[in-house]
């Protein structure tokens, strides 16, 4: 390859960080009210245009594109973090841009969960409704998950566990400004070694941050601590049909410190730790994760 194709391949790939900028501004813009340079905007504009998505933006409720512009900075964070520090691998970030970022991005989950998984989930919904309904947060980091759990069900209580302190500041300040200190618990503590036994309803298990070395005990421990009927929603990437796509996706979850499972390689982890009815739940090929379920019987 000579310096000139590798000058092309850095542009092309320049051009899509602008634009995915570019867009994070006028989400911000939208959700935040920023006010923008007269300039910027015109240039913005420009860009959106071809991008063809200056209306995408219109009628679109705030809250909703709130975790859509915290992917996006959570991304162009980790990405420039990588750049100037490749030799640090795992989920030992201690910025508060990037915790927070992280959390917020995850707060989109439910609404999904809500719509269109738990009425697929036998029993689901109907525990996450009840009062003696209970959701295990794992790697609760800052709470962004946790919290939008509680608000949407809102007689649902919530134990968030997290080894990284750093995150568990933050999301402890999250809870008392939501309002939710009396519903959410949170834990300083790995999946390995949760002790609890017939305790949650719903565990979500975000198996891009879980170790190799760990993952097997801590679905051990996890279907301990589920009730009897109770689900589990294990998060891993979703490579997709996209060879660069399923590359990078891969070099994400090492980053994080996960290991790079396909779907199929967590469905046997499922299996392996005593789940029933395990399945990959449909996804689009272009969703960045995919999510496996499994019962306790």
């Known amino acids: 390859m000579t310096i000139g194709a590798v000058r092309d391949l850095v542009m092309r790939l320049n051009v899509s960080t602008g634009a995915l900028a570019a867009l994070g501004v006028a989400l911000e813009k939208q959700v935040r009210g920023v006010p923008l340079d007269p300039a910027i905007k015109t240039e913005i504009d420009h860009v959106l245009a071809a991008l063809e998505a200056t209306e995408m933006l219109d009628g679109v409720d705030p809250a909703e594109l709130k975790p859509v512009l915290a992917e996006i900075r959570m991304t162009l964070l980790l990405d420039a973090k990588l750049l100037l520090c490749p030799t640090s691998g795992g989920w030992a970030h201690t910025e508060a841009e990037i915790l927070q970022s992280t959390g917020e991005a995850s707060a989109a989950f439910p609404f999904l969960l809500k719509q269109t998984i738990a009425p697929r989930l036998e029993g689901l919904a109907k525990r996450l409704e009840s009062p003696d309904g209970v959701f295990l947060d794992v790697g609760v980091g800052v709470g962004g ?153």
């Open 145 to 297: 998950l946790s919290i939008a759990m509680a608000r949407l069900w809102p007689l649902l209580r919530v134990v968030g566990i997290d080894p990284w302190r750093p995150a568990l500041a933050i999301a402890r300040e999250n809870v008392r400004m939501a309002g939710l200190h009396t519903r959410i618990e949170l834990r300083e503590q790995a999946a390995q070694e949760l002790s609890d036994t017939q305790a949650f309803d719903l565990v979500f298990f975000p198996g891009f941050f879980i170790a190799e070395a760990v993952v097997g005990a801590a679905l051990e421990c996890v279907h301990r601590a589920l009730r009897p009927g109770g689900w589990i929603l294990f998060g891993t990437q979703n490579p997709g049909p996209d060879a660069l796509a399923a590359s990078v996706a891969r070099l994400r979850t090492v980053l994080w410190g996960g290991h790079p499972r396909t779907p199929g390689e967590a469905e046997a982890l499922l299996n392996q730790a005593g789940f029933i009815q395990v399945q990959a739940l449909p996804s689009g090929s272009t969703a960045r994760a995919a999510r496996i379920v499994g019962r306790r019987s």
